[in-house]
């Protein structure tokens, strides 16, 4: 330690001179000046040896010594008021004992120092010392242990201790005070009553005292335990807070431990909202938790509300307070005509007005919930009191610290969680490839997989038909939440893009759209769309592979309003891409089978067309084959007649064909039916009910028919007829169908046409047969009846004919005569028609008829729908009996089924009538005669009666 100066300033260089002699010669430091140095050059522990006059002097040390003479009174007076510590008489006889003075005022003045260094460690020091006589009453209290019991040091001397103990700990501090005469010290902790009655826990360190062996008192050391027991407080909150964060507990019961923690340590605190941020949506919503908690009962019942449901956007909170809690800073106490502001505008004016007075609350502090850079949340701190303690703050921020680290420690094990469950789901996806190739079934395991991943209602996957803008619904499930299962959605399975503008717009951009029914920039026919399927939130996912869409997926929520993040929008693409890929190659899989059919399909109907000569079975089998082989709804063929104006029906599937070929079905060629038009410009033409183009089906035979192809026949270069292909399933053919089943109908067009041919061939033979026969038969019958029963016999084996006969003229009668109709194998006899009817118009015009459909042709002009028979027919064909020049009367074969006769029918029938009639003629003639004959002999016989007799009356 260096050694102190003693500093000697006297204006008289004599006197200044000899007292420094003096001190020197007793190797004391000494420094000699004539006047006060500026600025001051000693230490505290320096000696200050200093003139009267001089005083007094600025900064000075601890030890000062006036120099004045014994005779001035007035100096050394004015020495003392001048803080002086000391006077030294200005006499040289002093001088030799100055060195020892010297020595002695520094040791004195070091005890000072040293008393005024332990005053001020007692000072300073947390603990509280007090000094005890025998009967407890305070001989000595240190600042520090005044102010922790609200005292003065000198207001407390002379009290008891035992005042200051709480009434219920006093008993125990007895017991331990009556230990310290007996030499025990003690430890232990009480509680202590405030001068200003508050009650605080402190720890004791008692120690008696003995002098001479007798006990004289005790020492006490005491601390005041009020923080301790704060930080053990608050340490056991930040444990409660850390082990519901090791347990994995919900976020929710998180906060409801942090907001327990907050009330009990944060003083002034009345309680505390929770409120997660919503980043996409830009707003804050308020935790629910599942206990009452009267400041959410008090908003429920304002806002009329669950507290569930109560959330705000973030431009309703001022910018500075989001700018500060961004930050990570808390927004604290701020003014409450602001605060109130803010209230009112999130939550109403009565909140401010009713809430706030009904739970005291005059401040608020808003701390933030940072976590990873961004903020997640805000916790709303109300209080009691307009401001908060910054231990208290700093308190409140490090729980907000934890709960923040919760969050993004939740956030990190969801995402972990949600990623090892999205590789599950497109691990199902791709297992579900090993089980089935079908479409309907892979696309039903990827709609529930999108609903379990993304937590939606209801999923709809749709492929884009190739070349065409129509969707085929292959999957529609929908989620029952109660009952925990999917359902099948009934509707419309195929679609155009454009009736659904938000499909068109993810199509077109290639990009998944996510739309919300309040979203401000949907235009009102969107919105339209959105709230007429009951849909709050649609997730559109075009269906991507190989750089083609292939459809899409359609993800919709009919409870709430939600957004897919991005990593859970990232997974519904990769879905999107898998199931795209997956059913693209199951589609062709698909294909190469129904290439396969089609080809064998044809191959068998290139094998019938060889094998088959019979029209009728022909076009029967082959349009079976192609509606069973196609899975199709109907199959149709048609030929043309040969007027070349109609396409009769000739074959068709099911019970609509039937009933159809009953009816005698047939359409105008080029007219508006799509056969009439394939026909007459031998096109192929494709219809469908969806889409651009579309076409409406009204044929009530066919009620489910939702498209349709019509294939013209064509043979040789010439259109025979046509066929009909339909389908329950809108807009299912594609180009290539066409392509394969025209390939076919050509195919059956030269098998139909040479199959006709055939089968002209062996009609002509059979007709040359049947004239035979006939011919033959006219020679050996000349019974008008029985001819016209051989007529019947021989015709009907070659025309199909429910009713049949002959009309013969009767000049006589003035009608025509009918001896013999044939009703479906019944004989009626002896009929006449008058010359109004059919068969009158064919006799008087010699012109043959022939009548499709009664029902529905129109007849020649002037003629009377008469005829000739039962009700119910309703195709007809009448020729006429030409003998020479002379009309003798008609042919007529008669059928219940429309358009049951064609021209080469009336060609024959012609040709049979040529001979009918010279056969007729000659029975009519042999009747005549015999007829005659037995006039004659009748009246040969009355003659010769008459000429054996004279009598009158045996004559008469």
Known sequence: MEEPTTWVIDPDPDWRERVERALLHAGVRVVACDGVPRPPPWKETDTLIVAANLLPIPDPPVTVIALVTSRDAAKLTAAWEQHACWC???????????????????????????????????????????????????????????????????????????????PDDRERVVAETSKRPHGIASRYEVRVVREDGTVFPVWVFATPIFEEGRFAGVFVVFRDLTHEKRLQQRALAFQRIAATIAEKRSLVEIFQRAREVLRSTVRGSVDALFLELDPEEEKL??????????????????????????????????????????????????????????????????????????????GVVGLPLVAGGSLRGVVVLMLDQPHVLQEDLDLAMAVTHLVAAAIESHSLLEQARYRTFALERLFQVAQATTLSMEPADLACLA????????????????????????????????????????????????????????????????????????????????????????????????????????????????????????????????????????????????????????????????????????????????????????????VGLFLVDGSGEWAVLRAGTGEAGRRMLAAGH???????????????????????????EAVRFDNPLLPETRSEIALPLISRGRVIGAMTIQSAQPATFTEEDISVLQTMAGQLANAIENARLHENLRRHLMELSVLYEIGQAIISVLDLRELIRVIHQEI???????????????????????????????????????????????????????????????????????????????????????????????????????????????????AVASQVAVALQNARLYAEARRRAEEMAALNAIAARLGQTLDLEEVL
């Open 796 to 910: 009907r084996h070659f025309i199909p004919a429910t009713h049949f006969y002959v009309a013969l003229w009767s000049r006589d009668a003035g009608v025509l005569e009918i001896p013999l109709i044939v009703e479906e194998n019944q004989w009626l006899y002896d009929q006449t028609v008058s010359l109004e009817g059919i068969v009158g118009w064919v006799f008087r015009r010699g012109e043959p008829l022939l009548v499709g459909d009664v029902e529905h042709e129109s007849l020649p002009p002037g003629v009377r729908p008469l005829v000739v028979g039962e009700a119910g027919i309703r195709s007809l064909l009448v020729v006429p009996l030409i003998l020479g020049d002379e009309v003798i009367g008609a042919l007529s074969v008669q059928s219940k089924q429309a358009y049951a006769y064609a021209e080469q029918d009336l060609t024959f029938l012609t």
């Open 285 to 362: 919503y308020l935790v629910d938790f599942d206990e009452e908690i009267p400041l959410h009962n008090g908003l429920r019942s304002f806002l009329g509300a669950s507290a569930v449901d109560l959330s705000f956007p973030l431009s309703q909170i001022p910018i500075e307070w989001y700018d500060r809690l961004k930050q990570g800073h808390p927004v604290v106490s701020p003014e409450m005509r602001e605060l109130r502001e803010v209230v009112g505008r999130v939550f109403g004016p009565e909140v401010v007005d009713q809430g706030f007075p009904m739970h005291q609350i005059t």
């Open 447 to 634: 709609a529930r997989q999108s609903i379990q991943a993304f937590g939606v209602e209801r999923a709809r996957i749709s492929l884009l038909g190739p070349n065409t803008d129509v969707l085929h619904t292959i999957a529609d499930l929908r989620y029952d939440s109660d009952g925990g299962g999917f359902s099948p959605q009934e509707g419309k399975t195929v679609v155009s893009v454009h009736e659904s503008p938000f499909v068109c717009q993810a199509l077109e951009s290639r990009e998944p759209l996510q739309v919300v029914v309040s979203d401000l920039v949907l235009k009102e026919r969107e919105r339209a769309y959105l709230r007429a399927r009951e849909i709050k939130t649609l997730i559109v996912l075009p269906m991507m592979t190989k750089g083609r869409t292939v459809g899409v997926i359609e993800l919709g929520d009919l409870r709430s309003e939600r957004r897919l993040d991005e990593e859970q929008l990232n997974l519904a693409m990769a879905i999107s891409g898998q199931v795209a890929g997956v059913l693209e190659n199951a589609r062709l899989l698909a294909e190469a089978r129904r290439r396969a059919i089609q080809l064998q399909t044809a191959a068998e109907i290139t094998r019938d067309a060889t094998g088959i000569l019979d029209v009728g079975q022909l076009i029967s089998r082959a349009v079976e084959l192609i509606r069973e082989r196609f899975d199709l709804y109907y």
């Open 88 to 166: 030294l008489p200005k006499d040289p006889a002093w001088l030799p004992h100055l060195p020892a003075m010297l020595t002695a005022l520094m040791i004195r003045q070091r005890h000072a120092l040293e008393s005024a260094f332990y005053a001020r460690v007692l000072e300073q020091i947390e603990e509280g010392v007090v000094i005890e006589d025998t009967e407890t009453r305070f001989i000595f209290v240190s600042p520090r242990a005044a102010q922790i019991l609200g005292g003065s040091p000198l207001a407390l001397l002379g009290r008891s201790s035992l005042e200051f103990i709480y």
């Open 666 to 692: 047939r359409l105008k060629v080029n007219g508006e039916s799509m056969i009439g038009w394939c026909i007459a410009h031998s096109e192929a033409r494709i219809a469908l009910d969806v889409g651009k």
